[in-house]
């Protein structure tokens, strides 16, 4: 995800999603089973897992030729980004307001994380920004995952590509008509009494 081609097809963010989502319960199901003792049948179900996984990548690798450029210390992008914290974040949601803006965000994740900030308050602007959408299943699955498969690193700049491609999946399917948060407005209206439409 981190390194996915924005010249593909938008539908291919999918595929990489599901590859991504398929090996993370591989991940969480071999910890299970490592963690409850192993039965005969588990290792070569969880074997089974495994090289479907595999393959899964191998034959997903096209998505990312040529890949896109991780955002490094180094990358002249980001100089320019805001430094402290709470600026990089309302900077994320900005750019989670405006359509393609996949490597902005990507950018915007690497810069907190290369400045050391703490990454819970990242991962909470992420599901901010998730939740402000007509986000489905894909979405949630995709920042769950990521937010565990984030937690598997001591160093959150090893496994900062891992937030850098959930940042930009979502930057992908941002903004939404946002159409959820105005049903659920009307409903908390009508709770109170209020009328079904507001008056300008």
């Not at 599901?18 to 192993?38: D, E, W």
Request: aromatic share 6%; glycine share 8%; with cysteine.
């Amino acid at each position: 995800m981190a390194q996915f081609g924005t010249a593909n097809e938008h539908s291919d963010w999918e595929t990489a999603h599901h590859v991504f989502s398929y090996s993370n319960a591989v991940h969480q199901a071999l910890k299970r089973i490592s963690a409850g003792g192993t039965l005969p049948n588990d290792a070569a179900e969880a074997t089974r897992g495994i090289l479907h996984g595999a393959m899964a990548v191998y034959l997903s690798r096209y998505l990312n030729v040529p890949p896109a450029r991780l955002p490094d210390e180094d990358n002249p992008r980001l100089n320019g980004l805001p430094q402290f914290s709470q600026e990089i974040r309302a900077a994320l949601l900005d750019a989670f307001d405006r359509q393609r803006q996949v490597d902005a965000v990507g950018c915007l994740v690497a810069r907190h994380l290369s400045l050391g900030h703490l990454p819970d308050e990242l991962i909470k602007t992420l599901a901010h920004a998730l939740l402000r959408e007509d986000a489905g299943f894909h979405a949630c699955q995709m920042l769950e995952a990521g937010v565990r498969q984030f937690g598997e690193w001591a160093d959150p700049r090893q496994g900062g590509p891992i937030l850098i491609g959930v940042g930009r999946y979502l930057a992908a399917h941002s903004p939404s008509e946002r159409a959820a948060f105005q049903t659920a407005d009307i409903a908390r209206r009508l709770l109170h009494g209020s009328e079904l439409h507001q008056m300008a």
